[in-house]
């Protein structure tokens, strides 16, 4: 392989001296930037290709991510259903933040078969029933663990169909999902939704990407201190503070949410 002072040279068409020099004192920055950032075969597969195959990966990937940041959005603003996930029902809310935390928790997916979808909201619709059933009734009846599970048990029918009797007319969101689309979700999650700040530039997709945003930070930061109704009360008040804000950067967004999210926490705890 050629050295890498004799590869600098040619991309920067001068002599291995002149490279030497610009790296000592002439152009310091310049060499610094792209040793730091580009190894040697990396320059080499450039000048041999004109590109290096591995950005140009990235760069598709960023592209696909980007598109169906815009996808993901835009299945909850489809005409002729419940627009946006701020007006769906509570129970439904409520239900697809623990969907959203199930994601997380997940490895990551390595079928892109959209049967896998379709398990995870069935067995997420499963697990949540018993869970906001025990979380309603659970509080008053911790003395009685006996007549608790008798209430339970009468409940559970009827309950668990009410549940999904609010839940599944929301499941119209998922339909428009492709292969890709689990995959990611599961890296704007690891970025704590943060990444949808990067959606299309237009008011509805922004405040829709807000919600997202704001319910799960609060879903994910919160745990169990406060019930359903409690947490999408929370993230409403949020909401309706910072719908008409620009913010510059994703930071900002963040410092004020998080600011915010302490502060009517505290009111109602």
Not at 36 to 51: H, P, R, V
Request: glycine content about 2%.
């Amino acid at each position: 392989m050629k050295k890498h002072s004799t590869v600098m040279s040619e991309l920067l068409e001068i002599s291995e001296n002149s490279y030497f020099r610009w790296k000592k004192k002439d152009h310091i920055v310049l060499i610094d930037l792209i040793e730091t950032y580009f190894s040697t075969e990396d320059l080499i597969e450039f000048l041999n290709t004109g590109k290096i195959e591995k950005y140009e990966q990235l760069n598709f990937f960023n592209l696909v991510k980007k598109k169906n940041i815009n996808k993901y959005l835009s299945s909850f603003l489809q005409d002729g259903r419940y627009d946006r996930l701020s007006l769906s029902h509570d129970i439904f809310i409520d239900f697809y933040f623990q969907f959203l935390l199930f994601v997380k928790n997940q490895s990551y997916f390595t079928s892109l078969d959209l049967l896998i979808q379709k398990h995870l909201l069935s067995y997420c619709l499963y697990t949540y029933q018993p869970s906001i059933i025990e979380d309603e009734f659970e509080k008053d009846y911790t003395n009685d663990k006996n007549e608790l599970q008798n209430i339970l048990n009468s409940l559970n029918k009827i309950i668990n169909e009410d549940i999904i009797n609010r839940i599944q007319p929301h499941f119209c969101i998922f339909q428009s999902w492709d292969d890709y689309m689990l995959i990611t979700l599961q890296d704007i999650i690891d970025n704590h939704m943060f990444d949808l700040f990067d959606c299309e530039d237009n008011e509805i997709t922004r405040k829709e990407a807000l919600y997202h945003i704001i319910g799960y930070h609060v879903y994910s930061n919160i745990d169990n201190k406060l019930n359903f109704n409690e947490k999408i009360s929370l993230i409403s008040k949020i909401f309706s503070n910072l719908s008409s804000t620009i913010f510059k950067n994703k930071e900002e967004l963040f410092q004020q949410l998080n600011s915010l999210q302490l502060k009517y926490l505290a009111e109602i705890t």
